[in-house]
């Protein structure tokens, strides 16, 4: 059984690119709705909000997060990196203050809830399978628990994350210059655990852990996908012997139990080769995908999200170049990121003969993803 539902625009995917690009569009009284294949159930990686956040989170209309259950104040990041000592980098003279640590499944559900106040619908448990771009419009075909649903619309967003499974649909390529890939377990935290988000690099790659609410605390393993596989570190056995190998991150977090479980997430640095064509755009990881070192995909995914709605805005006024301008600009915050990337690696040259590091050391070059 189907039905069909019409709209200005569909945004494929509720994860914060998705949520706030539909919750721009709404403020601005454009029909919009959202398809979102999960029910904010289940565990989402990136748990650290950078203090520039804020400035995107005051401009939707979302209150800062406020210090209690769900969030953490972060003042700051310690990172044994390029050297042997900790050094700490203090959030104090950002004018925005501190960033938070949270429970990513419930901030992307808070933006849900934010965008369904705007009168969105996130159409949950739903996903597009397939999209097909007619003469002025498009059809949306997806599966929910209700059964297949066709629905119509102008213009149609990819924020699928990583998948950019829209953007694929239309022939557009993805290319990655790495293969990061992340190896993560959320334990109980030890009581008195200091509550800042901690990196140490190691010659496999480099770890991070981070407070998250309800006494909890992530530790996540970053390498390339075969170095990962070749070290052993996609079993829980290998992952916890690495661990014990770290320095300051098993000082941190202790032993921890046998019973582990991982997630495995791939994470390169990848981008499409163009984020926006006829009648349609991509956002956040959809369009660009940092690596986490940066702690920035989740500003970035609120940065392009607010790109997307002014162009997605724009085309519908009638001007048809402002996917390709949006694009255009997305590619060059991408050229910019990649700049800064080498620059990170650059200061860790403890272990250049390392093949993560060595690979670092090189200019990108980019492959089909
Ligand atoms: C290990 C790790 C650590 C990270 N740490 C940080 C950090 O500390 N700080 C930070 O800022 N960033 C971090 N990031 C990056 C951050 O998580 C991403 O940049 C951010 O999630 C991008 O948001 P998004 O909405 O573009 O994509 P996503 O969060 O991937 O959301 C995509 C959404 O689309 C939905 N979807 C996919 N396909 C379909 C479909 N066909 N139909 C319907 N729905 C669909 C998914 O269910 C999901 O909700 C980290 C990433 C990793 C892997």
New binding site residues.
């Given amino acids: 059984m189907s039905s069909t539902h019409q709209y200005a625009v569909i945004v494929?995917?509720?994860?914060?690119?998705?949520t706030t690009t539909a919750l721009s569009l709404a403020r601005e009284g454009i029909p919009v709705c959202v398809?979102?294949?999960?029910q904010y159930n289940q565990w989402?990686?990136?748990?650290?909000?950078?203090p520039l956040a804020h400035a995107e989170l005051l401009r939707l209309g979302v209150p800062l997060p406020e210090s209690g259950e769900d969030f953490i104040p972060s003042h700051g990041i310690e990172a044994a990196w390029g050297s042997e000592h900790p050094q700490f980098h203090s959030f104090m003279t950002n004018p925005y203050g501190g960033g938070w640590h949270m429970d990513?499944q419930r901030f992307?559900a808070l933006l849900a809830w934010h965008a369904e106040e705007h009168q969105v619908p996130i159409l949950r448990l739903?996903?597009?399978?397939h999209v097909e771009r007619g003469p002025g419009s498009w059809h949306v075909h997806?599966s929910s628990p209700s059964g297949e649903l066709a629905l119509t619309c102008e213009l149609v967003v990819d924020?699928?994350?990583?998948?950019s499974?829209i953007a694929r649909q239309c022939g557009v390529r993805r290319n990655k210059v790495d293969a990061l890939c992340?190896v993560?377990v959320v334990l109980a935290q030890p009581a008195g655990m200091e509550q800042t988000l901690l990196v140490e690099s190691t010659p496999l790659g480099w770890w991070y852990t981070?407070p998250l609410p309800g006494q909890r605390v992530i530790v996540?393993l970053?390498s390339d996908a075969d170095l990962l596989a070749l070290a052993g570190a996609l079993r829980p056995s290998g992952w916890r012997e690495l661990l014990s190998a770290t320095r300051y991150i098993r000082e941190r977090v202790g032993t921890p139990p046998e019973e582990l479980r991982l997630h495995v997430?791939p994470?390169e640095t990848s981008s499409l080769e163009h984020s926006g064509g006829e009648r349609w755009l991509a956002?956040?990881?959809?369009a660009s995908?940092?690596d986490?070192l940066s702690?920035?995909?989740?500003?970035?995914?609120l940065r392009s999200a607010r790109r997307a709605a002014e162009a997605l805005g724009a085309t519908l006024g009638g001007d048809g170049t402002a996917p390709l301008h949006y694009a255009e600009a997305q590619a060059s915050e991408f050229a910019r990121y990649l700049e800064a990337r080498l620059g990170h690696y650059a200061i860790e040259r403890r272990w250049p003969d390392e093949p993560f590091w060595r690979r670092r050391m090189e200019e990108p070059t980019a492959t089909a993803a």
């Fill in positions: 494929v995917g509720g994860g914060v690119a998705g398809l979102e294949r999960t989402r990686p990136g748990e650290t909000l950078s990513r992307d739903t996903s597009a399978v997806a924020a699928t994350g990583r998948a499974s992340s993560s981070a996540s970053l997430r994470c956002v956040g990881d959809a995908g940092l986490p702690s920035g995909g989740i500003l970035e995914a």
